[in-house]
């Protein structure tokens, strides 16, 4: 069976959970053996057989980038024609799968790592061009054969967005981690070198800087922690101006009140984010909206304890009080996932991460457990098989609907 996975990130252009998802699913199913995996994916041709890449359109070089986005996606949508399934993988690429499908009669199962109805700060990023964008994930999502949602959450985030979409058709598949990849490794000399001390305690965030990871509200809970505990930000790839200047305002004010807070803005190879994650003492994720969120695996992994907004898929990996911290949140139901109260969720935030850096020990056997989780409930070779079942099951259901009376 041939199989066309369709994305804007995969390696070496990765820059958040996607891009991560998406390389390691392609690793799952190759390696079993019975699959022709072939990839599409945004950016420069890559020296990897099977793989193609799609640089921009000169012609669109001036364009909006929601249109540049469409101009690759026609270039993606013909390469696909053959295939047995075509399986895209966020609003970039979904409009190529939706048009492949229509041109190679083969059927489209789309993977839901996040909906752009469920993130609205995306027009500051976009403008006009975030209207192109939902239109092309609605319009896939809706003529999809299957939707993969990474999380139980995110399922019921799609049947809400998308209230056409049949739900015996959306199928929850977790994300997962390579247990190998991301394991404990102590490593004081590079942390040093980041400008972190190995040897004292730290509160580590790791993501991009956009609204839905929730940077700000992490940046006013720090404010309380106690003197000793340095506050680790690998934090960059900004969505907008805005959202820079004010993550930048708040660590000026943070730094002016304390010291031992340390940001790193550029993207790190995955040794010196192990080796961050290693000498940490609990990591954090105040996401507002996170369908999964990859980097709880990743820390999770590395025997590092979690504090994280019980939002989303979050509360799916991270289990309150065995392996980390879950903080409640009352959210806005208009899509943002805006706090209600933002200062009792900064409050709740900071209350939790005081009381994970205030007994080690414990911090250190809540670690144990989320090792024991990661690899337990999220490997990629389970992962890997769920997928190709959900590709065998839309197969029959196409075979089983072509022998239905008055369908011929």
Same mark, same amino acid.
């Given at each position: ?201 730290? $509160?580590?965030?790791?993501?991009? &800087?956009?609204?839905?990871? @929730?940077?700000?509200? +992490?940046?006013?809970? =720090?404010?309380? /922690? *106690? ?54 003492? $609990?990591?954090?994720?105040?996401? &507002?909206?996170?369908?999964? @969120?990859?980097?709880? +695996?990743?820390?999770? =992994?590395?025997? /590092? *304890? ?103």
């Amino acid at each position: 069976m041939r199989v066309d996975i369709l994305t804007k990130e995969y390696p070496p252009n990765i820059y958040g959970g996607a891009g991560v998802h998406v390389s390691e699913l392609v690793r799952a199913l190759r390696s079993r053996g019975d699959l022709d995996v072939r990839v599409h994916a945004f950016g420069e041709p890559v020296a990897e057989e099977g793989t193609t890449g799609y640089a921009d359109l000169p012609d669109l070089a001036d364009a909006n980038a929601a249109i540049k986005t469409l101009g690759v996606d026609l270039a993606m949508a013909g390469d696909c024609v053959g295939a047995d399934i075509v399986h895209s993988h966020t609003w970039y690429a979904n409009f190529a799968g939706h048009l492949a499908s229509l041109l190679g009669g083969m059927p489209h199962v789309v993977t839901a790592h996040s909906l752009e109805p469920m993130r609205p700060w995306k027009a500051e990023q976009l403008g006009g061009g975030y209207r192109v964008s939902s239109f092309a994930e609605r319009t896939a999502y809706e003529a999809a054969d299957a939707v993969v949602a990474v999380s139980e959450g995110m399922r019921q985030d799609v049947l809400r967005a998308y209230p056409t979409v049949d739900p015996d058709k959306v199928k929850v598949v977790h994300n997962g981690i390579d247990s190998q990849l991301w394991q404990r490794h102590r490593d004081p000399d590079t942390v040093r070198r980041l400008g972190v001390d190995p040897d004292g305690k730290s $509160v580590i965030f790791v993501g991009r &800087i956009t609204r839905q990871k @929730g940077l700000p509200y +992490l940046l006013r809970a =720090a404010a309380s /922690l *106690p003197p000793d505990v340095q506050l680790v930000l690998c934090a960059g790839s900004p969505d907008t101006p805005e959202i820079m200047a004010e993550v930048e305002g708040l660590m000026q004010e943070l730094k002016a009140t304390r010291e031992g807070v340390v940001w790193i803005p550029e993207m790190l190879p995955r040794a010196d984010v192990v080796a961050l994650l290693s000498a940490a003492t $609990v990591f954090a994720c105040p996401s &507002i909206y996170e369908p999964l @969120g990859i980097v709880n +695996l990743e820390a999770m =992994a590395c025997e /590092l *304890p979690v504090v994280a907004t019980a939002t989303g898929g979050i509360p799916e990996v991270v289990v309150d009080g065995e392996t980390g911290w879950l903080v409640p949140i009352e959210q806005k139901q208009d899509g943002s996932g805006i706090p209600l109260d933002p200062d009792r969720f900064v409050a709740d935030l900071a209350a939790a991460l005081n009381d994970a850096v205030s007994d080690v020990p414990r911090a250190d056997r809540m670690g144990l457990a989320g090792r024991k989780r990661a690899v337990e409930s999220f490997s990629w070779n389970a992962i890997g098989e769920q997928t190709n079942q959900v590709y065998l099951d839309v197969l029959r259901r196409r075979q089983l609907a072509s022998m239905e009376p008055g369908t011929q």
